[in-house]
Each structure stands twice: as C-alpha cells, then as structure tokens.
C-alpha cells in the first residue's frame, strides 16, 4: 500500500519562495512517475510538475523557470521548490504517485501567497 505525505506549505508574500515534500512509503516498485498537482479554490485539480523514469521532468507552463521539482537523497522523498510566488500561486498542493493501474494521492499542503 503506497501512502504519501506532503509537507511544507504556508503562508508567504508575493515573491517569496516555500519548498514542498513529499515523502513516500510503502511498495514503490510499481511507481513511474511522482507528480505535484495544485487546486485552487472554485477550480479544477491542475497538474505542476512531475519526475518520472530516468529523471524524465516536465512543469505546467504557469510555474515554468519559476519551480523545480527534484528527488530528495532517498528516492521516497520529491521536493518542489517554488520561488517568486504569486497570489494566484495560493492552492492546496497535493503529490500524486503514478503507477500502472491507479494514481494514489497525499492529503494535500496549504499554499497561500499574499500581496
């Protein structure tokens, strides 16, 4: 059973930077991809970032040369640095593991960035 925990979210001001993780257990083997996906209030769950086979890394263009998403020293651990926030960055930021029959989402983390 894979579970994940994200971690790392707050409240910043416009321009500042927060570094989420997300830290998995469980059975990996079947997992290819672990992507960051965000949803703002009165909006749909939309994709950010993900890493997959062989470091394979792709961004939305929203968060594009302005985030990176990499693997902690353990491979159960994905961060996602986001530097100059935005206001229209504020979501519930949630990781996701991919694997051949099913997604498995985390709990989510709060971002929110003020003006």
């Known amino acids: 059973q894979v579970q994940l925990v994200e971690s790392g979210g707050g409240s910043v001001h416009a321009g500042e930077s927060l570094r989420l993780s997300c830290v998995v257990s469980?059975?990996?083997?079947?997992?290819?991809?672990l992507s960051w996906h965000r949803q703002a209030p009165g909006k749909q769950r939309e994709f950010v970032a993900s890493?997959?086979?062989?470091?394979?890394?792709k961004y939305a263009d929203s968060v594009k040369g302005r985030s990176t998403i990499t693997r902690g020293s353990a491979e159960n651990i994905v961060y996602l640095q986001m530097n100059s926030l935005k206001p229209e960055d504020t979501a519930v930021y949630y990781c996701?593991?991919?694997?051949?029959?099913?997604?498995?989402w985390g709990q989510g983390t709060q971002v929110t960035v003020s003006t």
């Open positions: 996701r593991a991919d694997m051949t029959l099913k997604h498995v």
């Open positions: 469980g059975d990996m083997s079947r997992i290819y991809s």
């Open positions: 890493i997959g086979i062989g470091d394979r890394i």
